[in-house]
């Protein structure tokens, strides 16, 4: 059920139009993006990006994602070498965020970077978030709009049952058509590339622009989604489950059948969309154990077995 301090905004011009005067006015409103819901606050307040922490129960230790409404905007918050212009051209708008040096004169409020030379930037491809976007003359920094490691919402109800009367207004934009975080990766100074989230955009892919990635050479965070507890629905998860055992709640895939199945053609992209709907199910379920099917280890199967393993951890 919705809280009564929840204001749940139509994805129509008054609705945006309401949701920008908050947004100007340093409130908190989750935003529907392709991948997930967002919590977003103006990136250039720091009483905003305080606002964010404190509603989400978030690590300070943990950097937000930047979202822009232009290229124009994005490099004036970050330094953009010719490798990282390529890759921007090709993916946003698009569920991929790039790490790159945090520009001195960006004026982003310093717990957005966490006191990291870094900033994460990305540019949404959803029609409503890239509207609200254009409203605003500020970036919006918006991590995902839920409790600090569970799991994401992808429905404006997710918001609301999660956040409840700590975000100002949601705009309900729909389901979410990817439903998984955004691929990040870090491009460096000399040359190399890291992955630090799977997300949508495999590695592979990513690979044949860029070259081979190289290994994260420490464990310092800095981006979202390397915690390695995360996603986390509140009860024991059990991977690569072939049925159920006495009181699981089973997601199934493919040919293992579940209470909820991700896809039962196998489709890994659906399983994507439907991954964290399937885990507020089974959240919410009576049983107090969740089991998994197994899920491939190849394209976006690894962004879901990622979050799978943060989920079980």
Same mark, same amino acid.
């Not at 500020?138 to 839920?146: C, G, M, T, V, Y």
């Not at 089974?282 to 943060?310: C, F, M, S, Y």
């Given at each position: 059920m =919705? @809280?009564?301090?929840?204001?749940? #905004? ?8 309401r949701?920008a005067?908050? #947004?100007?006015?340093?409130r ?8 997930? +819901?967002?919590?977003a ?6 009483? %905003? ?5 404190r509603?989400?129960?978030?690590p300070?230790?943990?950097? #937000?994602?930047?979202? !822009?409404?232009?290229m124009?905007q ?5 330094v ?9 051209e090709?993916?946003?708008?698009? *569920?991929? =965020?790039?790490v790159?040096?945090l520009?001195?004169e960006?004026? !982003?409020?310093?717990? /957005? =970077? ?5 900033? $994460?930037?990305?540019?949404?491809d ?8 254009? &409203?605003?003359d ?9 409790a600090?490691g569970g !799991?994401?919402?992808?429905s404006a109800?997710h918001?609301a049952?999660s956040l409840?009367?700590? /975000? ?6 729909? *389901?979410? $058509?990817? @439903? ?9 100074a000399? @040359?190399t590339?890291?992955?630090?989230r ?5 590695e ?7 070259g ?14 390397q915690l390695a507890r995360? +996603?986390?629905?509140?009860?024991? /998860?059990?991977?690569?489950a ?5 009181? &699981?709640?089973?997601?199934?895939f493919? *040919? /293992? %059948?579940?209470?909820c199945?991700? %896809?039962?053609?196998?489709?890994? $992209?659906?399983? $994507?969309?439907?991954? +964290?709907a399937? #885990? ?9 154990r969740?089991a !998994? ?5 190849h @394209?976006?199967?690894t962004a879901i ?6 989920a079980?951890a």
């Amino acid at each position: 059920m =919705t @809280g009564p301090a929840t204001l749940i #905004l139509p994805h129509d011009d008054a609705g945006i139009a309401r949701a920008a005067d908050a #947004l100007r006015a340093g409130r908190l409103v989750a935003v529907p993006t392709e991948t997930v +819901y967002g919590l977003a606050a103006r990136a250039d307040s720091d009483e %905003s990006v305080a606002r964010i922490y404190r509603a989400k129960g978030r690590p300070d230790f943990n950097p #937000l994602i930047v979202h !822009v409404a232009s290229m124009e905007q994005a490099e004036r918050l970050a330094v953009f070498c010719d490798r990282a212009r390529a890759v921007a051209e090709m993916y946003w708008p698009g *569920p991929l =965020t790039l790490v790159l040096p945090l520009r001195a004169e960006a004026g !982003v409020a310093p717990a /957005v =970077t966490a006191g990291l030379p870094t900033i $994460a930037l990305r540019m949404p491809d959803h029609a409503v978030m890239r509207r609200l976007l254009t &409203e605003l003359d500020f970036p919006l920094a918006a991590p995902s709009a839920n409790a600090s490691g569970g !799991v994401s919402p992808t429905s404006a109800e997710h918001v609301a049952a999660s956040l409840g009367g700590a /975000v100002d207004a949601v705009i309900d934009g729909g *389901p979410c $058509a990817r @439903g998984l975080e955004s691929t990040i990766i870090a491009l460096r100074a000399d @040359g190399t590339w890291q992955l630090l989230r799977p997300g949508p955009i495999p590695e592979s892919e990513l690979a044949v622009l860029l070259g081979p990635s190289s290994p994260l050479a420490d464990a310092r965070i800095e981006a979202p989604g390397q915690l390695a507890r995360h +996603y986390s629905p509140g009860k024991p /998860v059990r991977l690569d489950a072939i049925e159920a055992e006495e009181g &699981e709640y089973l997601i199934g895939f493919g *040919p /293992v %059948s579940g209470s909820c199945s991700l %896809s039962e053609e196998g489709d890994l $992209a659906l399983a $994507a969309a439907r991954l +964290y709907a399937c #885990l507020h199910q089974a959240a919410a379920a009576e049983e107090q154990r969740i089991a !998994v099917a197994p899920i491939p280890h190849h @394209g976006i199967g690894t962004a879901i077995n990622d979050r799978l393993k943060r989920a079980a951890a």
